[in-house]
């Protein structure tokens, strides 16, 4: 039987929460090599051990923060992606959303192990001594995950008024980053529901021009030479593809370190051009969780994918015959490991 083509889509932060805890203690044996590798990289700079962090009650302000959510994530999703089985899927390309751009360029090949924990390590530890502003995530879709397009301008011209910048296209949301006394604002001037607009708790102003710092102190840190032509195709928060062949790696560099810091990151773009450009059998999602689940779905209406066109559509193929597998729910795991 020829193998089924999958695009692997690696989660950002936000993704290890309290339902998620013990990840690694279930899931995590595929890496077990190079998580003992990370836990002593932790352990020699005094912090506390991946696996210790995660077999320990979830308190939001330990999980949550940079230093210890973003290896804690990359840990989870390393695993799930050595846990795919190969003799039946054939990974064409990875994408990520946000952090998991990082995880993408390890698991593409573009970084080894220790480069990839070094640099989410790194970039992960900048707001250690205090987070730099915020972000807000809003709905702009209706109630059949379709982007309602007046909702859209009306969100846009408040953003514009408020000072704040749009930071990821995320399906049928936006996330927005900007100083706290403009989010404020927003939190105050965007029509409310029972959930939203919702400020994303621990979470910096990331892909916005306020992160000019920590891209400086970012490349400064973490010079190109750390970076390799991938072996995988990779796609960018612009939609861009990275080829095996073609990939340069000043380029890929100044992308992941200057670009992808301080300007929006389009999660939208970059599964709507895996979708279109590697045309998979399936997506499949690595955990930890499944937060990224309902913007893929959104994603596929926009494009009308497979004739999903509403929320009602996505969720009658996914019983049937997934065509997103997400590896945070169990009985989608069994499919690909």
Known sequence: MPKQRIVVICPGRGTYTRETSGYLKTHGTPAQDQIKWMDAQRKSAGLPKLTELDTQPFKAKIHMAGEHASPLIYACS?????????????????????????????????????????????????????????????????????????????????????????????????????????????????????????????????HTPLMKEVSTKGKSELPSSLFQKPMIPLVDGRGQIWSPFSTDLVELHEYTLGYQVMKPYDFSSAVTVAMKEFCPDKLVLLGPGNTL???????????????????SAFSKQQQSDPYLISMGIEEQRGLVV
């Open 293 to 311: 689940g309902g913007s893929i779905g959104q994603i596929m209406i926009q494009n009308n994918w497979l004739d999903v066109d509403s929320k």
């Open 78 to 206: 390393l695993s799930d992606f050595l846990s795919i089985d190969q003799n039946k899927y054939e990974i064409v390309a990875i994408t990520g959303n946000s952090m998991g751009w990082y995880i993408a360029l390890a698991l593409g090949g573009a970084l080894t192990h220790e480069n990839a924990y070094n640099l989410i390590d790194t970039m992960g530890a900048m707001m250690k001594d205090g987070v730099i502003d915020g972000q807000i995530i809003y709905p702009i879709m209706d109630e059949n995950w379709q982007v309602d397009e007046n909702r859209k301008e009306l969100v846009l011209t408040e953003i514009e008024n408020a000072g704040a910048h749009v930071s990821i296209h995320l399906g049928g949301y936006l996330v927005i980053g900007g100083e706290q006394s403009a989010l404020d604002t927003l939190l105050k001037k965007l029509p409310t529901d029972d959930k939203y607009p919702f400020q994303l708790p621990f979470h910096a102003a990331f």
